[in-house]
């Protein structure tokens, strides 16, 4: 269903809650929010298929903004916070975006990227730019004449080279028809008319935005954080009685090195499903926290293009711990060397036959280079077992050769962020005469002032005891904050660049 059904049978029902300002819309005001929204658009002269821009921090207009923008038939990206002038820039041309909503924190970057396109301001005044609650006090609050369904334009978060924005087709018929997400959280995570959902991520990043979405879809409550904080979140989902969240790795590490006795003074017997994607998940992190919650920790695998997608349960993931499921949208193909596909347990690149639509917008030579008769990949490796169970082991950019050997950084980083020095951890090759690369470690330990060459040592012990020394950085450098997207990707990119070219 669309909100507006809810709105119309249970208006006083809670639909978003900012957890940290306490700001709340009920599906009466997100209905009549977003209406407000679609008349502006309206009002400015945008029609189908034509597209906005969305710069703003979790705030309690965004998902008003983006049902404004669905329900008036347009394509809106979401964009990210991080990204800088020249990049944000780059986004709303690309886009061919015909007006910029941002945050007024993020004044410089919004005024530099719109570009003299119509601009409206959230909490507070940007130079230039119109003042969005007094603009929406001036619409209607009732319906468009014209609504029509439209979707988001999201673009890649930029870890392996410039953002590329992910399109697929504007959807046609009536405005509250269903999609496949909906019947997949229905399926697989129980969604329903009495789910609490408590997002901790930024809007902006794809499985925040759908699945907050999907949640209005299905009449549930939508609790926000502002920003992650670990402790924040356990009093959160005690506070509200939570019984969905979906989360990423680093969230569940952060969460681990909280204090015993702070884990133990939070009540989440209300939590039914966590889920957690965007990242992989180390073994021994997700065995601790199926210790801690209980078998209510769901995995899935996927991508923004949304060409194929796995599953797993927490049952059958402790039946098969580092798997990432089944497939469930596409047959998985894994593909060697020479695009042959190869039998259960051989690593290679993992492709999706026969899954989701989707072109990367403005370049088809990007689109073509992921695709194959084969279908499509995310640039991932792994395998899949003689079940069916799909194991990553990889990205395909990050692997490094070193004396002709492959070595996949992700292991020696799932067993370093183990350590509990370590905060967060990049692995990656950097150049090396002899060998070609050589494996290199930049750690962010959790007290600066023990950053030196006994913690290295000391992280460079535990490693060498736990993985084969061809696997092991050979050296670890300190910083006091990696490049890591709000949403759990690490910007490994940045890090490998700036080693390289140092030569």
Wanted: net charge negative; with cysteine; glycine share 10%.
């Amino acid at each position: 269903m669309h909100p507006f059904v809810h709105a119309a049978a249970t208006p006083e029902k809670p639909a978003v809650v900012m957890a940290g300002s306490g700001a709340s819309l009920s599906y009466g005001g997100l209905e009549a929010r977003s209406n407000q929204v679609a008349q502006l658009l309206r009002s400015l002269g945008l029609k189908r298929g034509d597209c906005i821009v969305i710069l703003m921090h979790n705030h309690i207009d965004y998902l008003p903004l983006v049902w404004g923008a669905q329900r008036s038939g347009l394509i809106f990206v979401a964009m990210s916070t991080k990204l800088t002038a020249d990049e944000a820039r780059y986004i709303v041309s690309d886009s061919n975006a015909r007006a910029v909503f941002a945050s007024a924190a993020l004044g410089a970057t919004a005024t530099a990227a719109a570009a003299g396109l119509p601009g409206f301001a959230i909490g507070g005044a940007i130079e230039g730019f119109a003042d969005l609650d007094a603009e929406l006090a001036r619409q209607p609050t009732s319906r468009i004449a014209d609504e029509s369904p439209g979707r988001d334009m999201l673009y890649s978060s930029g870890t392996t080279g410039r953002p590329k924005g992910v399109i697929g087709p504007l959807p046609e018929g009536p405005l509250d028809q269903g999609d496949a997400l909906q019947g997949l959280v229905a399926a697989l995570y129980a969604f329903g008319p009495d789910i609490k959902y408590l997002s901790p991520a930024p809007l902006y990043h794809a499985a925040p935005l759908r699945y907050c979405m999907a949640v209005h879809r299905f009449g549930g409550t939508v609790v926000v954080m502002e920003k992650f904080d670990p402790e924040t979140y356990l009093a959160l989902v005690e506070k509200h009685r939570i019984s969905h969240s979906q989360l990423v790795p680093t969230m569940f590490v952060r969460m681990l090195k909280l204090p015993d006795d702070v884990r133990a003074k939070y009540d989440l017997s209300s939590l039914k499903v966590a889920i957690h994607a965007a990242a992989p998940c180390p073994v021994d992190v997700k065995h601790a926290m199926i210790q801690w919650w209980g078998p209510v920790i769901y995995e899935y695998y996927s991508a923004t293009e949304g060409a194929g997608f796995t599953a797993i349960s927490p049952q059958e993931w402790l039946a098969k711990p580092g798997s990432v499921g089944k497939s469930i949208l596409g047959q998985i193909r894994v593909l060697g060397d020479d695009d042959e596909v190869l039998p259960p347990g051989q690593t290679g690149r993992i492709y999706f036959h026969g899954g989701g639509n989707f072109a990367y917008h403005n370049d088809a030579a990007k689109t073509a280079s992921v695709m194959s008769d084969h279908g499509a990949t995310f640039g991932d490796i792994g395998h899949v077992d003689e079940d069916g169970y799909l194991f990553l082991t990889d990205r395909a950019a990050f692997m490094i050769i070193s004396g002709g050997v492959n070595v996949y950084p992700q292991e020696a980083e799932n067993a370093l962020v183990l350590h509990p020095e370590v905060a967060d951890v990049a692995v990656f090759g950097i150049p090396c005469a002899e060998m070609g690369e050589q494996v290199k470690a930049v750690v962010q330990p959790r007290d600066m002032g023990r950053a030196g060459p006994e913690l290295e040592a000391e992280l460079l012990a535990f490693v060498r005891a736990r993985l084969s020394h061809v696997k092991c950085p050979k050296s670890i450098d300190f910083r006091a904050e990696l490049p890591r997207h709000d949403t759990g990707k690490l910007y490994k990119r940045l890090l490998k660049d700036e080693y390289w070219a140092k030569g």
